[in-house]
C-alpha cells in the first residue's frame, strides 16, 4: 500500500510515460531532479533567461499534446510551464520569466526529497509497473547520488522526438490562461 504523495507520484510518471514513451532513464532522473529541485540550477541571468525564453516561445518546436500546467511534484509545489501551449494563447512572456527567475532564487530544494522520489521510482520499477528498459534504473540513481546530484540534460532520443520545451515554476506563483 502507498500514500497519498507516492500514489499522486504514480500518477505523474505514468502521465509523462503515456506522453513520452521515449523517455530514457536519465529523462526520469531530470523529471525527479526538477520536481525535487526545482529550477536553480537553470538560470544564469535574466538577459540570458529572457533571450532563451523568447526564442523557444517564437519557436517551441513540434511535440506531443501537453497540458500548459504539468504539476511534476506529487505535493503540487513544482510544475512544468509548457511553452506551445503558452504560445499558442499568448500569455504574457514577462510574467513566465519573472515566476521562472523567482522560482530559481527563492524555491529550496531538497536532496532527501529527490532521494525519495528516485526510491518511489525504483519501487515502481521492482513491482513491475514501469518498462523493462528501467531494469537498471538503481545504476543511475547511485551514480548521480554519488556525483552529488547534478543536473542533467535530456537525452538526445527524447530531444528529437519531443523537442522539450518548458519552463519549471514553484506553483506558489501563478501562472494561468486568464
Not at 17 to 27: I, V, W
Not at 74 to 91: H, S, V, W
Request: aromatic content about 10%.
Amino acid at each position: 500500500m502507498c500514500s497519498d504523495l507516492e500514489f499522486r507520484f504514480r500518477e505523474i510518471i505514468g502521465s509523462h510515460l503515456g506522453r513520452y514513451p521515449l523517455m530514457t532513464g536519465s529523462d526520469i532522473y531530470k523529471l525527479l531532479f526538477q520536481a525535487a529541485m526545482g529550477s536553480s540550477h537553470a538560470i544564469i541571468d535574466i538577459d540570458s533567461a529572457r533571450s532563451s525564453l523568447e526564442r523557444e516561445l517564437i519557436n517551441p518546436g513540434n511535440g506531443p499534446e501537453e497540458p500548459l500546467k504539468d504539476i511534476i511534484s506529487p505535493c503540487g509545489r513544482i510544475a512544468r510551464i509548457n511553452l506551445r501551449p503558452y504560445a499558442e494563447k499568448k500569455l504574457d512572456t514577462e510574467t513566465l520569466l519573472l515566476e521562472f527567475i523567482r522560482t530559481g532564487r527563492k524555491f529550496t530544494g531538497s536532496e532527501d526529497t529527490l532521494e525519495l522520489y528516485c526510491s518511489w521510482f525504483i519501487h515502481m520499477n521492482d513491482i513491475n509497473l514501469l518498462p523493462a528498459k528501467f531494469m537498471d534504473i538503481d545504476t543511475l540513481f547511485m551514480y548521480m547520488m554519488s556525483s552529488g546530484y547534478p543536473a542533467v540534460h535530456h537525452s538526445a532520443i527524447y530531444r528529437n522526438a519531443y523537442s522539450p520545451a518548458y519552463r519549471v515554476i514553484a506553483m506558489e506563483y501563478k501562472i494561468t490562461a486568464d
